[in-house]
């Protein structure tokens, strides 16, 4: 069931997506490749590069209510050894450069904490 809503997803992206997957595609940043709406156990996120266990997510307005779930969401992934990174639709749109430079940054440096969206000091692990 997971695999046919994510083929929905993918074919439905929200603009922020839409505007993010131009700089993913296609190994443009490093090299690296990124999968879109990609299944990892029962969730589905926006971007994953299996390579860096890297999950990049972009929350809408509706993330301000679902801030549990995403929370929740975020501890499985990091218990799979995945890193999330979130970014707000409005960076995206406003910030597409330092949202890609970021991205950039976090897939060519061996180790560094990502912070919790908001800069609270709450941070995960890059390996």
Not at 4 to 16: E, F, I, K, P, S
Not at 61 to 81: A, F, K, M, P, V
Request: net charge positive.
């Amino acid at each position: 069931m997971a695999k046919g809503y994510a083929r929905y997803l993918r074919c439905n992206l929200t603009d922020a997506e839409k505007l993010i997957w131009q700089y993913l595609r296609k190994r443009q940043l490093y090299g690296y490749k990124f999968r879109r709406q990609q299944p990892i156990g029962k969730y589905i996120v926006d971007f994953v590069c299996f390579e860096k266990k890297l999950v990049i997510e972009l929350d809408g307005g509706q993330h301000t209510e679902q801030t549990r779930y995403d929370e929740l969401r975020t501890i499985w992934l990091n218990s799979q050894e995945f890193n999330v990174l979130r970014f707000w639709n409005n960076e995206v749109f406003n910030e597409t450069e330092a949202v890609i430079e970021r991205i950039a940054e976090i897939l060519i440096t061996p180790t560094l904490t990502l912070p919790h969206k908001g800069g609270g000091d709450k941070g995960r692990r890059i390996k």
